[in-house]
């Protein structure tokens, strides 16, 4: 997983630095950057991890679901931001981060198939999204207000997409996108135990989230 | 002194807002005297929106199971409801009000308003009472404009968004089951069991544009609906159903051929109740909302139950004619 990735091999380089012997672990030398908190996104994953073994909450109580929702946004932030960097990936499903998305959602998922397929057609226009700035990636999804139980094993979620990129068309930056803020919904589902992404979604004329503080979005 | 200052306001047009002491004094004794006809200032900027603009992953703009395929427009049950929304002062402070400065008095103005754009039209400013801009102020200008009455101020979405959210709110029914076998009826163990809903409810954008003489808004709410079977017995898992749920068809083949063709809203149930299982079929909603001056976000909306008791018996009952 990517920022189980990020996470690993900057522990692998504190430990490298204190004991070269002493390195071991992902050997992957292409993490990504997991956006946001990274102290947060840690304990999160210490959380998920813990309880990897056993069924994840059911949505009987939703908000024992939230940090597992996070996660994933999260991971989804962290494969999306690096598939869009270089989105001729996207076609090879063997590519680790292909792989970490792919592993966000269930077998034969419509939303992820077609992510991947509108990622490959930018890819063939020569298309790639770089972040607009060191501080912020290039898509962040955060939770808005409270799950939503629809049954035990499906939840419903508003969420916020905050997106700064600059498009690269060619080699060429064509343009800038600065905290673009798309409001919508998703939707987690839980599989074998284990909660899912099924699908997040961005209405059409929708801008401008609340908690970002309006279209223009406060920093 | 004079200062000027460059302010937005939320339609985003700029005006000059003014602070001068001695001449706004002279003009906050004036009275008011408005009459209630429309004056010609400028409108409101659409927000350039349209369509889903997720670059990132375009994905977004076409998943769901629910993306709106409807539009209702609620304008007329709306707009009623929408006055146009109040001019505050920037400070925030109350007491602002809009004060007749001309024709008489516009030449006093330390700038030139222009000439009335109509015959009749006065000048207006709005005073705002101890405007704080780094020195305390009687009395600050923010904003003026000619017209026969004060200025209005367009829509907000925040003055559209509750009444249309009411009137939405209101369409959003608990489902109405048709229970095969019918409610009373008892359903036999292993043999599936299928719930219609006679009111279908469909993924819907509800609109409203409420508009005054300075300008005009839109706000739509998304409303995605998600409906579930909850059967009510022990380890019973939800099951998905359509809008319309699924009807048993008594012309069709058997229960069992019918719910292998489409397992939408059927439960064959595992176990006997002589009391009856307490079922439900819930819609989840999922609401979001945006306008086209740029806010929007998500609403909540509780979820729409309409529970049902199934009895279920072991076997069918077998009447014998021994006459």
């Given amino acids: ?219 | 002194m004079t200062t000027g200052m460059r302010v937005g306001t939320r339609t985003g047009t700029m005006l000059t807002a003014r602070t001068k002491v001695t001449r706004a004094a002279v003009l906050a004794g004036l009275l008011l005297g408005a009459a209630a006809v429309p004056v010609s200032f400028p409108a409101a900027p659409a927000a350039a929106q349209a369509g889903c603009d997720n670059e990132v992953n375009p994905q977004t703009c076409h998943a769901g199971a629910g993306t709106p395929g409807r539009t209702v427009d609620l304008s007329a049950e709306v707009g009623p409801h929408v006055s146009g929304g109040e001019k505050e002062c920037i400070s925030g402070n109350p007491g602002g009000h809009w004060v007749d400065v001309g024709p008489p008095f516009a030449s006093a103005l330390d700038f030139d308003p222009g000439p009335p754009p109509e015959p009749g039209a006065h000048y207006w400013v709005f005073l705002c009472p101890n405007h704080i801009n780094g020195i305390l102020n009687p009395v600050n200008w923010e904003g003026g404009g000619w017209g026969i009455a004060p200025p209005e101020e367009p829509p907000a979405p925040e003055d559209v968004l509750p009444p249309l959210w009411d009137e939405v709110q209101a369409r959003l029914h608990a489902p109405e089951l048709a229970l095969d076998p019918p409610a009373g009826e008892h359903a036999v163990v292993k043999v599936p069991t299928f719930v219609g809903i006679l009111n279908p409810q469909v993924a819907t954008r509800y609109t409203a544009t409420a508009a005054n003489s300075a300008g005009s808004v839109t706000v739509w709410i998304d409303v995605i609906p998600t409906t579930t079977l909850h059967p009510g017995e022990p380890d019973a898992d939800g099951v998905r159903c359509d809008e319309d749920g699924h009807a048993f068809d008594d012309d069709g083949p058997k229960p069992e051929v019918q719910a292998e063709a489409d397992s939408s809203c059927t439960h064959a149930y595992d176990h006997v109740s002589e009391a009856g299982w307490e079922g439900d079929v819930t819609i989840t909603w999922a609401v979001t909302w945006g306008s086209d001056m740029g806010p929007g976000g998500a609403l909540d909306a509780a979820p729409s139950v309409q529970p049902f008791t199934r009895i279920v018996d072991e076997y069918s009952a077998v009447v014998t004619d021994f006459d």
Avoid: H
Avoid at chain 1, 131 to 160: H, I, K, M, W, Y
């Fill in chain 1, 1 to 219: 997983m990517t920022i189980r990735r990020a996470v690993t091999i900057g522990m692998v380089l504190l430990l490298a630095s204190l004991c070269m012997s002493c390195a071991s672990g992902d050997d992957d030398g292409s993490g990504g950057t997991a956006d946001g908190d990274e102290t947060e996104t840690e304990a999160v994953e210490d959380a998920t991890t813990t309880t990897a073994a056993r069924d994840e909450p059911s949505a009987a109580a939703p908000d024992e679901v939230t940090p597992y929702v996070q996660d994933l946004l999260a991971r989804y932030d962290a494969a999306v931001n690096e598939i869009v960097a270089d989105p001729s990936i996207a076609a090879d499903g063997t590519n680790p981060t292909v792989e970490d998305f792919l592993d966000l959602f269930a077998s034969g998922n419509e939303f992820a198939a077609g992510s991947l397929e509108g990622w490959t057609a930018q890819a063939e226009q020569g298309v790639a999204l770089q972040p607009a700035s060191d501080d912020r990636g290039v898509n962040t999804t955060t939770l808005e207000g409270p799950l939503r139980r629809v049954d035990d094993d499906t939840v419903l979620f508003g969420q916020c997409t905050v997106q700064s990129y600059v498009v690269v068309s060619d080699g060429e930056e064509t343009r800038r996108e600065d905290r673009k803020l798309l409001p919508g919904t998703g939707q987690a589902v839980r599989i074998d135990g284990r909660w899912l992404l099924q699908e997040i979604v961005t209405p059409a004329d929708a801008q401008g989230c609340i908690s970002q503080g309006g279209v223009g979005g406060g920093s």
